[in-house]
């Protein structure tokens, strides 16, 4: 039998909001039911953006995928509320702020035009959209995420800038190129210069925490660089003082890109450095030698720091990371992380 609960949701400033949720509906749908708009993304269980913790209340947890939602994190009361059905009146603390909860779909949507498109390693391509129509802002804190849209269709995929809001419209993504990804067919068969796209978000909760002077590590597996390089981005456009290092893996030497931009980071910023990490490398590379966990490893126990620690890439590359982290001792709680998900997990 079907029964109507009360949802509260407390943000991390402390603001809430309640609103009705029957036993049979999962809560971001009862919310957009009541126009109110949650961080959320897939809507399937399988991206994480829309995980809270369920701090008084009972609920019955759909089904959803274990790296999204672990099960240790399922035990400890955190949720998907995409896939959580209260079975009685429910609390959720969630990791953002109020402002980020829209009350109007219209807000969540734009177009945006090609303006440029090109490969920049063996299997990366760099994608600059710019917003159209009369309001060209584009507003997101670094290391959120926008879903686009192929042309034609409704079929959309997730995608973090490397760029930093701008009043100019300017969007820029590093793409990783999937042998038969539908977004990856359209980037390589049909994407023109002056293409229109329709643009949703932003969405998720992966961003800079305050945490004082305290050092920032940076951890980005493949296109994970990219909203590494809108934090750090963010980082030098405000003066942020923390020390930070930014360590970039990939697999092979045809697969590094943005060595110039990483480089030209680093002449601006003097608190930056860079560890350009190749795992399968020639003789001749002159980076780091070895996978981006290993290197990190190295300078962990080196120094002893203990830094925050932000870590986007693969799921095998974040879960070692971690591992490396709860082996040396950094605080779980200082530790944030982005795994990037198969479409439709």
Not at 215 to 229: D, H, K, N, Q
Request: hydrophobic share 35%; net charge negative.
């Amino acid at each position: 039998m079907t029964s109507t609960h009360q949802v509260t949701i407390v943000t991390e400033d402390n603001e809430s909001i309640t609103f009705d949720c029957r036993s049979d509906e999962d809560v971001i749908t009862a919310a957009v039911r009541q126009d109110i708009y949650l961080m959320s993304s897939c809507r399937e269980g399988g991206c994480a953006t829309c995980k809270g913790y369920c701090a008084e209340g009972e609920y019955v947890i759909g089904k959803v995928s274990a790296q999204a939602l672990p099960s240790q994190e399922e035990e400890d009361g955190i949720v998907l509320l995409c896939r959580c059905y209260p079975s009685t009146d429910i609390k959720v603390e969630v990791p953002y702020t109020y402002e980020r909860i829209s009350f109007s779909p219209e807000g969540l949507s734009f177009e945006a035009e090609v303006v440029a498109l090109a490969q920049i390693s063996s299997n990366v391509v760099r994608l600059q959209l710019r917003r159209t129509g009369d309001d060209t802002r584009i507003k997101f804190d670094a290391g959120q995420f926008f879903d686009l849209e192929i042309p034609g269709t409704d079929i959309t995929r997730s995608y973090s800038p490397a760029n930093i809001s701008n009043n100019q419209g300017d969007l820029e993504f590093l793409i990783r190129i999937v042998d038969g990804g539908k977004f990856s067919e359209f980037l390589k068969q049909d994407t023109k210069v002056g293409q229109r796209l329709n643009v949703k978000g932003p969405s998720g909760i992966f961003g800079l925490k305050e945490n004082g002077f305290t050092p920032r590590y940076f951890v980005a597996g493949g296109t994970g660089l990219a909203p590494i390089l809108s934090m750090v981005r963010h980082m030098k456009e405000w003066g942020e003082p923390q020390k930070c290092v930014i360590y970039f893996g990939v697999n092979t030497e045809a697969e590094i890109f943005y060595l110039a931009e990483l480089a030209q980071l680093i002449a601006d910023m003097p608190t930056l450095d860079v560890r350009s990490c190749v795992w399968k490398c020639s003789d001749d590379w002159r980076g780091e030698k070895g996978s981006v966990v290993d290197i990190l490893r190295r300078d962990l126990v080196a120094t002893g720091a203990k830094p925050d620690l932000y870590l986007c890439g693969p799921p095998g590359m974040v879960d070692a990371t971690f591992a490396v982290c709860a082996d040396l001792g950094l605080p779980k709680e200082r530790i944030y992380l982005e795994k990037f998900l198969p479409s439709g997990a």
